[in-house]
């Protein structure tokens, strides 16, 4: 096992070097997907807000170089690593993924042809990497003055796009589930622009007036959102909730209804530790402070 964890590893790393030199910021990755080197402020009592400025290793996304030997320092200081990944929303691709999941019965390809015929886009060639469930993951570049924020089912279900402060799961790269690999034909291909209609539906819509009406908990939208979550079942307790939560930050009523939500979730069996920290993860995921 010891020696297939170094063969895995020393792959990651030649796979994550060859998309250093394509332009492409990357971090080792644990088999689990996540970032392989743990937080040097885990064991703050109070940690201040740090994206790598102490000059520590662990960092997350913040540490992602195109620089080898920065590459190499970070394979180096995660031995156990067996993947990279791909940070988006940098230059100089400014990378856009979109995440065709597998998750549900949902057909995410479906889905975003549906989106694409209503809005009238096309997805160019570019590079698609396979992932081990059968999903894809489409790779597009954006604009350098625009910030794509990362959504989850908002764009529509099963579709999830990573952004600025999210990475990709690069080819080459092993985990518990298997292999991700770049699909025949798109390995060679820059990642290509992101179409315009396409981009706009990425986006988040404007900010509500600084004056936000007081009974925005309770209007229509509000209370849907509140219903949703109350009509979830076991098993799709924290998934509506996020959902959701992320739909009211994006309205711009996320903090008039974080104790409305929070009561729902309850009431569907759900611990207020749990829900409240939920709704912190669709708040930072939406680019809000909880």
Not at 58 to 65: E, L, M, N, R, T
Not at 142 to 152: H, K, L, R, T
Not at 194 to 214: K, M, Q, S, Y
Request: hydrophobic content about 40%.
């Amino acid at each position: 096992m010891a020696t297939t964890d170094r063969q895995a590893t020393t792959l990651a790393l030649a796979h994550a070097l060859s998309a250093a030199e394509r332009g492409l910021a990357v971090i080792p990755l644990s088999r689990t997907k996540l970032p392989a080197l743990r937080s040097p402020h885990r064991d703050d009592p109070s940690p201040a807000p740090c994206h790598g400025e102490c000059g520590r290793l662990g960092h997350g996304v913040h540490d992602a170089s195109t620089d080898p030997a920065r590459v190499r320092e970070l394979f180096a200081a995660a031995p156990w690593a067996t993947g990279y990944g791909i940070a988006c929303g940098l230059p100089p691709h400014h990378l856009v993924g979109v995440d065709l999941d597998t998750k549900s019965e949902t057909d995410s390809s479906a889905a975003l042809r549906e989106l694409a015929l209503r809005h009238l886009f096309t997805i160019p060639p570019t590079v698609v990497v396979l992932t081990p469930s059968g999903g894809r993951h489409l790779w597009l570049s954006g604009p350098p003055d625009v910030v794509v924020p990362n959504s989850a089912g908002r764009l529509a279900p099963c579709i999830d796009i990573r952004g600025a402060g999210g990475y990709l799961v690069g080819p080459g790269s092993r985990t518990r589930h298997g292999a991700y690999a770049a699909a025949p034909g798109t390995a060679h291909l820059a990642p290509a622009p992101c179409p315009p209609a396409l981009l706009r539906l990425l986006l988040p819509p404007p900010r509500p007036r600084r004056h936000t009406p007081a009974h925005a908990a309770t209007d229509a939208h509000g209370r849907g959102l509140v219903q949703f979550v109350l009509a979830a079942h076991t098993g799709q307790r924290n998934t509506r909730l996020f959902w959701a939560a992320c739909r009211a930050y994006e309205n711009g009523i996320g903090a008039a209804l974080l104790d409305p939500l929070v009561e729902a979730a309850r009431s569907t069996g759900l611990t207020e530790h749990e829900a409240r920290a939920t709704i912190a993860s669709a708040a930072r995921m939406t680019g809000h402070h909880p």
